[in-house]
């Protein structure tokens, strides 16, 4: 956790002193967690009544309009403006049934909130929308791919902003601090009255994400700014060149991980506060010594900035830390961790300040930050430094790294072009890349074919730059170590990590997937209970944690349109699950009656049951997972530096060990899958 108190963060980031407080040793004993969030008020019966009448008015009316909007023809666009009501009966229901109003104020914000929903419902009935050209703070909703709920999110938008006119506005995110309270009643609200943030470029949008609750905008909760995003410039006219990245406190960490992550979609970035990695966060905030299993160690590269800091040489990046607080450390990290790339990270700090923003400061901030919305973002820059750990971020600019030698180890790129026909490239990690240039962005010269040398070896592009100035280039390396080029992308035979199709286990929940419950007779009745408890634990956290509705069916009813639309998450065993019964033979680690042979390891079939994520083989361009959900637990919920992956590509799980609020179980052998998806003895341990 980044702070305890619940005071609002205009608080936070006002003059006033305020202390960043560690979360204290209570919050570093699994065995006794607090809930998060936490249990609120009890609801008056009057109130409830209220709520429930609420609820039902607004579903009916969003029921009716989601029939209308399937007749797309006569009614065009609905389906992406309902969520902007739908929020609203989201919020409030989430609140009641998972007793979730922290005041006794809230119930009167949700019943407020509820004739909103059914004002906007009732415009969407007669073809009206006025919110969408409503400037000021502004509640808006998009539909998430992930799980299909609606999600909220927050803009301001300048008062002279025209709806009318041509002109591209720049837009700043503003990720918000960490609250335990943060329901989606008190987000809206903060929304709607414009508490939280300030920041207030001139002529800028700001565009707060909900970030799906408090867990520092990673995984679904960073799907969720991208989508908030797309979903933004389908009503506002947004300066692709002017977009810049910002949060204080847990939004720091949040900040911190968009910059080096899409270093190349932003104009700037400015983290402030917060953590930047794992380990030392939590033996300097949370007096936590650190000392996870190893699989969960090479995880960590996910999230660790400090291992990805190279890519802020494509970033312009202001860090910013109160001089008292403790949360300096992050920027102290990354700091450091620039240097030891001959780096100079600008970090500027608030004289004086604790867990605070200082005014001057922040003028300072702002002062250059308008300097480099003037210049713009660098569309084509002559060079591209580019590491990365995983193919779930594979690109940066006109790189794209399309192999890696091994996953969780370092895959970098340093390419540069030299004018007027020619490039060198320097790899290591990476096993194939491309280049990509689109019409009008390649400098070299359209005559005869470009130049190419990679790490040193001497070739000639296959073809040269188009007429419109596009141009692709593949390389591959081969088993002798020498390049090939190619103008088209090579053919790929069988299973591969790629982009999206790369692993662990969480990556699963970061697209469109589909909870599949058992209706067969388990291997025995352990496995079967133990199953069951998992797939409700994993739906029910997924609400709580994650703020929506998992899709669940049972493997009976599965069906060709579900194996394209999603990632199938298969609960039960070969012999209680119908699908997982289809594909059991094709997965690399063996589960039959006998037992789990993963390797040579075999697990006897009483006490073990196998969690894992691969290909699905009746579809291997979505992923199948069993027995798995998001795989960090409560525990990690008391502090987000925490929230890291738990499991990698597979886990066999000893279920006569007890499930706690950090595993499923025990876990006797885990580890990854190769590049192409192998089993893979050799590094897992």
């Not at 709520?51 to 007749?71: P, S, T, V, Y």
């Not at 104020?105 to 409503?134: M, S």
């Not at 790129?413 to 689109?438: C, K, N, Y």
Request: hydrophobic share 40%; glycine share 10%.
């Amino acid at each position: 956790m980044i702070l305890r108190s619940l005071l609002p963060l205009a608080l936070l980031v006002s003059g006033a002193p305020l202390a960043a407080l560690a979360d204290g040793a209570k919050d570093n004993i699994p065995a006794d967690v607090r809930r998060i969030p936490p249990v609120g008020v009890e609801v008056p019966e009057a109130d409830r009544l209220a709520l429930e009448k609420g609820i039902a008015d607004l579903g009916a009316a969003l029921e009716g309009l989601k029939m209308r909007a399937q007749d797309a023809k006569n009614h065009p666009g609905l389906d992406v403006l309902i969520p902007d009501a739908e929020i609203y009966h989201k919020a409030a229901r989430y609140a009641l049934t998972g007793r979730e109003f922290h005041k006794e104020g809230e119930i009167k914000l949700a019943l407020d909130q509820l004739a909103t929903g059914l004002e906007r419902a009732h415009a969407l009935e007669k073809g009206e929308a006025p919110w969408t050209r409503q400037t000021g703070n502004v509640v808006r909703g998009y539909r998430s791919k992930i799980d299909g709920s609606a999600q909220p999110y927050g803009l301001e938008v300048p008062a002279d902003y025209d709806f009318e006119g041509t002109d591209g506005r720049r837009l700043d995110f503003w990720f918000h601090g960490r609250g335990e309270t943060l329901s989606e009643v008190n987000f809206i609200q903060q929304r709607a009255n414009g508490s939280g943030g300030k920041i207030k470029p001139p002529g800028a949008i700001v565009l707060h994400p909900y970030g799906r609750y408090s867990n520092a905008n990673k995984f679904a909760g960073e799907i969720d700014s991208l989508e908030a995003l797309a979903h933004a410039r389908l009503f506002y006219r947004i300066d692709e060149d002017r977009v810049f990245v910002r949060g204080f406190s847990m939004g720091g960490a949040a900040c911190w991980q968009f910059a080096v992550h899409y270093a190349e979609r932003w104009a700037g970035a400015q983290p402030g506060a917060g953590f930047a990695e794992t380990r030392e966060f939590l033996r300097v905030f949370q007096d936590e010594p650190v000392s996870p299993p190893w699989w969960e160690q090479k995880l960590w590269h996910w999230y660790d900035c400090t291992d990805w800091v190279i890519n802020l040489t494509n970033l312009p990046t202001i860090a910013y830390s109160g001089e008292l607080d403790r949360q300096k450390q992050a920027a102290d990290m990354m700091e450091k961790a620039a240097a030891d790339e001959n780096m100079r990270l600008v970090h500027l700090i608030g004289p004086g300040m604790q867990h605070q923003l200082h005014p001057d400061t922040l003028a300072e901030m702002e002062r250059r930050l308008a300097a480099i919305a003037a210049a713009g973002r660098e569309r084509v820059p002559m060079m591209v430094r580019f590491q990365t750990y995983t193919l779930r971020y594979p690109t940066m600019h006109w790189v794209t790294v399309d192999a890696m030698t091994e996953h969780w180890e370092a895959a970098r790129v340093e390419a540069s072009l030299w004018l007027p026909s020619g490039l060198s490239v320097s790899t290591s990690g990476v096993a194939a890349f491309s280049l990509h240039f689109g019409a009008g962005e390649c400098p070299l010269d359209p005559v005869g074919k470009p130049a190419v040398e990679i790490d040193g070896q001497k070739l000639q592009a296959p073809a040269g730059v188009f007429t419109d100035r596009s141009w692709d280039l593949w390389a591959a390396k081969g088993d002798d170590g020498k390049w090939t080029l190619t103008a088209e992308a090579p053919a790929t035979g069988g299973l591969v990590k790629k982009h999206g199709l790369q692993g662990p286990i969480d990556d699963a929940f970061m697209d469109s997937f589909l909870m599949v419950g058992p209706t067969g007779k388990p291997l025995n009745e352990k496995i079967g209970a133990w199953a069951a408890a998992e797939m409700n634990h994993a739906v029910t956290e997924w609400q709580r944690h994650y703020r929506g509705d998992a899709r669940v069916k049972k493997d009976t009813e599965i069906t060709d349109a579900d194996l394209a639309a999603h990632n199938l998450v298969l609960w039960g065993d070969p012999s209680s699950n119908a699908v997982l019964a289809k594909i059991a033979d094709k997965l690399p680690i063996h589960w039959t009656a006998a037992g789990i042979v993963a390797g040579d390891q075999k697990f006897d079939a009483a006490g073990h049951a196998l969690a894992m994520i691969y290909p699905n083989p009746l579809n291997p361009e979505r992923y199948v997972v069993l027995n798995s959900g998001f795989t960090f637990r409560e525990y990690d919920y008391l502090n987000n530096a925490r929230q890291v992956p738990k499991l990698p590509d597979w886990a066999v799980i000893d279920i006569t060990q007890p499930v706690t609020s950090q595993y499923p179980g025990g876990i006797p052998a885990a580890g990854f899958f190769g590049e192409k998806w192998e089993w893979k003895a050799e590094g897992n341990r």
